[in-house]
């Protein structure tokens, strides 16, 4: 166990780790969180019917790897959960309200008896998964945009996460969330409603375009090491390709859904678009997981700690990879109105 430990650095491939259940879990709960935020544009009941059942097999799935994300910081890195939650307690509390009462709708619905109460569970779901989206950009912000650090305590006030940047990235995932969960509904739907589904993708796609490119040029001027990181020579060459990709994905994003063709192409190439956004994140903040006062090295719990658990973690991961994949496996294909898994 000790030769394991001093042959890697397992801060690092704690934070390596935590990364990659995040973007894991912005993929799987972004593309049924967009679901939700496009429900109100889609009224008839057939409609909605098919747009829940896409996902119905695998959504409670998905935010396996929130839990997974939470949890690990917590257990790795203690000191950034201990100032990270008291500076950000409104909107991951409303994130994790949202995300329940989401969940109970998705559920209720399929039980609801009679206008009123379909109606209400229908809202329930527009508006958890509205929220759960909005919280998750504005939590984002608050924390690229800095967090005051007294001691080893948060030293802030209540309202300091709130500010334009954090409710831009907010508005930007979800424009995000919508155009993942139109990507997705157009590789599941087929017919007039994928006809539809189709023209709300562009009209997303536009839309998280535009908020990257507000995103990205905002965040090199919060913070002066952002800047260098970005502007700067010659680090400026290295981090270079990540924008052009950004914008020859989009290019391929957008003929991908203004053509016929395979309809696989455009969630595939929505997830690698987040991948780069995720990957242009962590070129601006490594390796502080609180910028600019709090290394991963500041925050990581003893090197024992981390060991027990990581060895738990390379273990139960692939199996959680294993699952997921399985079961998006067997529901794979196209859904035809009437078909369903409830």
Same mark, same amino acid.
């Given at each position: ?32 969180? %967009? ?9 008839? *009941?057939?409609?909605?019917?098919? $747009? ?16 997974? @994300? ?72 608050? &924390?690229?945009? %800095? ?32 155009? $993942? ?6 590789? *599941? ?44 020579? #010659? ?17 391929? &994003? ?10 696989? $192409? ?15 994140? @962590? ?20 090197? *024992?700690?981390? &060991?027990? $658990? ?5 273990? &139960?991961? #692939? ?14 294909? *196209? ?8």
């Amino acid at each position: 166990m000790d030769a394991l430990a001093t042959s890697i650095d397992l801060t690092i491939a704690w934070a390596l780790l935590l990364a990659f259940a995040v973007y894991v879990y912005v993929v799987l709960d972004g593309f049924d969180l %967009g679901i939700g935020i496009l429900y109100p544009f889609f009224r008839k *009941k057939e409609d909605r019917d098919l $747009m829940m059942n896409s996902v119905a097999p695998v959504w409670d799935g998905n935010e396996t790897w929130l839990v997974l @994300g939470g949890g690990g910081l917590f257990a790795a890195f203690p000191l950034a959960y201990a100032i990270i939650l008291p500076a950000l307690y409104p909107p991951i509390v409303a994130m994790l309200l949202a995300l329940i009462f989401r969940g109970v709708a998705f559920e209720f619905r399929w039980k609801a008896v009679g206008t009123f109460q379909a109606r209400f569970w229908d809202a329930a779901f527009i508006g958890g998964s509205t929220v759960a989206a909005l919280a998750q950009g504005i939590t984002l912000g608050a &924390l690229l945009q %800095g967090i005051e650090v007294d001691g080893r305590a948060y030293g802030g006030g209540w309202w300091d996460w709130l500010t334009p940047f954090s409710v831009l990235t907010g508005v930007a995932v979800v424009a995000g969330y919508a155009f $993942m969960g139109a990507t997705w509904l157009n590789m *599941k739907l087929e017919g007039d409603i994928q006809i539809r589904v189709r023209r709300f993708a562009r009209i997303f796609g536009i839309a998280t375009m535009g908020a990257i490119v507000l995103v990205s040029l905002w965040t090199p001027f919060l913070e002066q090491e952002y800047f260098s990181r970005w502007f700067s020579f #010659p680090a400026a060459l290295v981090v270079a390709p990540v924008p052009l990709l950004v914008a020859l994905i989009g290019f391929l &994003l957008w003929r991908s859904i203004t053509e016929e063709g395979r309809d696989w $192409m455009p969630f595939v190439l929505t997830c690698a678009l987040f991948g780069l956004c995720f990957l242009g994140l @962590g070129v601006s903040m490594w390796p502080w997981v609180i910028p600019p006062t709090v290394s991963i090295y500041d925050a990581a719990s003893p090197a *024992k700690s981390q &060991l027990f $658990m990581f060895v738990g973690a390379i273990v &139960l991961v #692939p199996i959680i990879l294993a699952y997921t994949g399985y079961a998006y496996w067997v529901f794979r294909g *196209k859904l035809k109105p009437g078909e369903g898994y409830h």
